[in-house]
């Protein structure tokens, strides 16, 4: 089953077979350029841990609270990130949700291979981002879903096993997009718009994405060399994520370095995706993060990513344009804007801010224009 096919511009390789040859070196295509190893400026990233602590922890036990919303708000604008304690998903659940996981990727690799996915929707079991030829690669295989809209949930993309997969998945799922409605008020709320604004302006909640990527990094006998998943900021609303439970991976970007993420057991850590910058005219912030990979555990977490509709063209909200801060951004679908990062794979912020560039370049032509008009 091992071939270039299905839209792929070369042969998929299972970066967990590589890493179960137990070969003492990894492929040159995993090797990164020097400034984006995980070393480079160690001692930026450690003072600026030192100095902050880490990304902050919101209580959500009473999510309707203003504290809670000012709390939210808060680490929206200042981080882009935030662990989420008392979010009301059962850690039970969490625990299953894990379970299943781990239970895939430890079966043979012929029974993977059945879901090997393609780039048209990236949907079943994958190995890289991006369709450009030569490309360095991640050392990282995936698993990635779509769940809602209905019309997109395709129950042929999901694994049969382990057993409770399936509906342990639909389970998290509900139960974190859930989780998400009520971030979307707190949001909401945050901003001073209203508590039901941000999620209007997303297309509404019954029209609302949800994606399940579950990331898989296997131990790495080079792990200075390469990155699990390169420096990227999430193209969509939110993102909920369950991180491993034993194994630290993650790094958020913070005034240019890079902050390593310790998780509270059974938080959640929550990001500002590209859409949700561009709504709120970049009052919240999505902001770069990148997986690090180690040569003794593997690493699994599951993502799971909250977009709006993805036919409605997005641009700043009205309420938060102002003479002082003028839209900062052209609309466009989410349909369009994700095509980049599923051409081009992940690429720091490049994609929102080439958005950016073009609006004020209309912004200049405008002013032109009214100047000789
Ligand atoms: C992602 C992501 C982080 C992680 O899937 O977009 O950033 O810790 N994952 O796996
Ligand atoms: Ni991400």
Known sequence: MESAGAGWPEPVVRVQSL??????????????????RPAADPEASAAALTVEGGIPVVDLSSPSDPATARAVSEACRDWGFFQAVNH???AELLRRARGVWRGFFRQPMEVKQRYANSPATYE?????????????????????????????????KWPHL??????????????VAALCGRLMTAMSVGLGVGETRLQEAFGGADDAGVCVRVNYYPPCPQPELTLGLSSHSDPGGMTVLLADDRVRGLQVRRRGAWVTVDPVPDAFIVNVG????????????????????????????????????????????????????????????????????????????????????????????????????
């Open 274 to 373: 590209d859409q949700i910058q561009v709504l709120t005219n970049a009052t919240y912030r999505s902001v770069e993060h990148r997986v690090m990979v180690n040569a003794a555990d593997e690493r699994l977490s599951v993502a799971l990513f909250y977009n709006p509709k993805s036919d409605l063209p997005l641009a700043p909200m009205p309420e938060l344009v102002t003479p002082d801060r003028p839209a900062l951004y052209n609309p466009m679908t989410f349909d369009e804007y994700r095509m980049y990062i599923r051409r081009k794979g992940p690429r720091g912020k490049s994609q929102v801010d080439s958005l950016k560039a073009a609006a004020a370049a209309a912004a200049t032509v405008d002013v032109a224009e009214n100047a000789t008009s």
């Open 124 to 156: 079943g079991y994958g190995s890289r981002l991006g369709v450009e030829k030569g490309a360095v690669l991640d050392w990282g295989d995936y698993y990635f879903l779509h769940v809602r809209p209905p019309h997109l949930f395709n129950p042929h």
């Open 19 to 36: 890493s179960e040859s137990g070969a003492a070196t990894i492929p040159d295509r995993y090797v990164k350029p020097e400034s984006e």
């Open 88 to 90: 009301g998903v059962p």
């Open 162 to 175: 382990p057993p409770d997969l399936r509906e342990t998945t639909e389970e998290y799922s509900r139960e």
